[in-house]
């Protein structure tokens, strides 16, 4: 006996230990060798201080030779490309048949599997298979075009300056003081809104419901699905999970403070707190709510303990339930048979009641009658205790099992794949491996695992799962990338770099970056992409920690200066930055730039709001970059929203602030919350609901019905559920960590 862990089976030798040494022959005539000083080679043992194996070819141990594919080849004289040698010292271009290039001197340029060498092209890029100066050309979907200066960029096949114009959808149109496009059209987020392709006045920015503008934070979109219209509810904010919409007369409402019952918006507290059956309000400190398969009832309660028997209600010291009747303890009974009856009054042998409500019988047997008049009967069973089997329900008792048509003892078989086993083998606990991918139905959880549908030489409990993988975590680990390598290894380079050439570039964050399949120095920009390059040729990255890049210029980075154009300026002067985007609209990439400006003060009091200038002493209000000129007294800022503060609150949950008309809505700013009617669950009051629990901004009014799951509402409706590392998952299943 071996453990296959640790230790091989290596043919008439007999059993090996892995960490040491291997097995090389084939099964016949298998041989030990020593990992440390020997390898084996197409079955046969060889030194490794004197040969080397290259693809089951043995050689003689050169300097400055390597392996190429089978070929042991000089480096001195060629280089290794996709496993072929090529003459020549240099790095490989192409995936196919290689060419040899200096990457300091030479470019490399690659398109559908085809590749080129221009050699003595230091400063040169690639633009398909052809080559172009990035300082005075620009390459844009393979066509390469004049750049007159640094404001120039591609739309489509051909250019823009960026400083005037705009790109939209492939076409060029003046900018002015545009900032997006919607379509073909360019327009100003600022002040207008692109809906269904549309551009439309509105003050601040907005999306859209349908055709119209609206603000989430302050208004609601409502669709009605019979009249198949839009709507904007502007009196209530769309707070994700809060906000419901009520398409009977396109409104939106919070449930935080209303509640939907018999096809009508209730408040809570003035038509009760919870809805019964879906049809009738109810106060569930008050009243019961009680339903039977055929009725529905609500009723005051007259003691705390009060129950439901069917759709009646009672009380359990005076009164008992049988089977949705009421009886009275003192002088009647239930009995099995669901009748009630006096206490004197006999109930040994009658049939016993079968009701769906109350009973543990949660299965069904289909039975034939007989032979001779054939009809199938179908008999309830409880599952844990009866088992259904071709005779009929047969009663299944504590530590007895039913496989394949025949009972069996638990502590001596297990059934797998509905198939008997032993339970134990030499020693050794036997376990299902239940998956319609495995090969083998059962394994030994001492020295195997059953991982993603199949059986693994790695012991059940150092075993687990990566991605599609399986591997052992006391030598193991998995990256981020699902990636399993040695522990050592993800410890000191954790993150990874992918490119097509290179594949998987290993490195640490804290020492390294990760640009475009290259590494670069920590702190620095990844010049990929224009806008994180700098220098007028667009071709170099930079250290942001100790410097800036004010349009293609490389300044040192000096407390109380930003860019403004080329040059550094202090927070004196006001300014509206170069900004460089690319945007996605209707699937296409759209790129734009913002005009620098600068404005000299004129006053002390003058500030910015965005790109425009303005005093706030003359009325105008300013929040987040967007300008209202219309102000009244009251009015303040709740982020980018304007509200006033006479009649409406800016209210904070989720982590963003929205605007609400009433001021009993919120309590986010200390306000006080009777706790002894209401709840406050982060930044909003929940209506007639007394310490309840929280779940994120929502509260669980409903334990039977909702559940809170990794701070995450979830409302129930096919039975419990139990919570296992954030998310839901069925009762009788099991949970197991960080699956």
Known sequence: MYSTATHDCCGTTGVIDKSTHGCCGPIWANMPFNLQTEGCCDDHVYDKASQVCCDNTLNDKQDHFTCCGGDYMDTRVGTCCNGKVVNGIGECCGDGVAQIYQPGNDLCC???????????????????????????????????????????????????????????????????????????????????????????PYEGRADCCDDMPYNKEASTCVFETYYNQWHVDFSVPEIDGITRTWSRNLTAYLISEQFECGGSLHNYGEDGNACCGGVITYNTFRQLCCISRYDISVSNKTTENMECCGSFSYNPDVQGCCHGLLFHQTSQKCCTDGTVRDLNENCVGLHKCYDDETSTLDSTCEVMSNAFTPYVRHIPYDSNTAVCTTEGVRALPTGVGYCNEAFFYKSEKICCKNQLYNRFEDNQEVRCCDSITSARPTYFPETESCLNGKVHPIPEDVAKTCGPRVYDIRTEGCDLNEQVRKKDDIDAKPDTCYSREHGNLYYNKMQQGCCDGRLITANHTCCKESDECCEPNKIQGYNYETSMCCDGFIRAREEGHECCGKEKTTHRMRRKFVALTNSTLWGLTVRYIVTVRRYRKTDDHQECCGSVPFSPEEGALCCEDSLYNDTAEGDSCCDKLKYNTLFQTCCTTGGKNYVMSADDQCCSNGEAVDTSRDTCCDGLIHKEIANGQCCGNQVIRDPVHEQCCGGHYYHISSGPKQCCNNKLIATFATCYDNV
Do not use: W
């Not at 633009?127 to 844009?140: A, F, H, I, R, T």
């Not at 100003?188 to 809104?193: G, I, T």
């Open 110 to 200: 690659s398109s559908n599997g085809a590749s080129v060498v221009f050699e003595s092209s230091r400063n040169q890029k690639c633009c398909g298979m052809d080559k172009y100066d990035p300082q005075l050309e620009l390459c844009c979907e393979m066509v390469i075009n004049e750049r007159p200066d640094n404001t120039t960029g591609c739309c489509g096949t051909t250019t823009f300056q960026e400083n005037i114009e705009m790109c939209c959808e492939g076409q060029v149109v003046p900018r002015g003081s545009d900032t997006h496009c919607c379509g073909q059209i360019p327009y100003n987020a600022d002040n207008e809104a692109c809906c269904h392709r549309e551009v439309v």
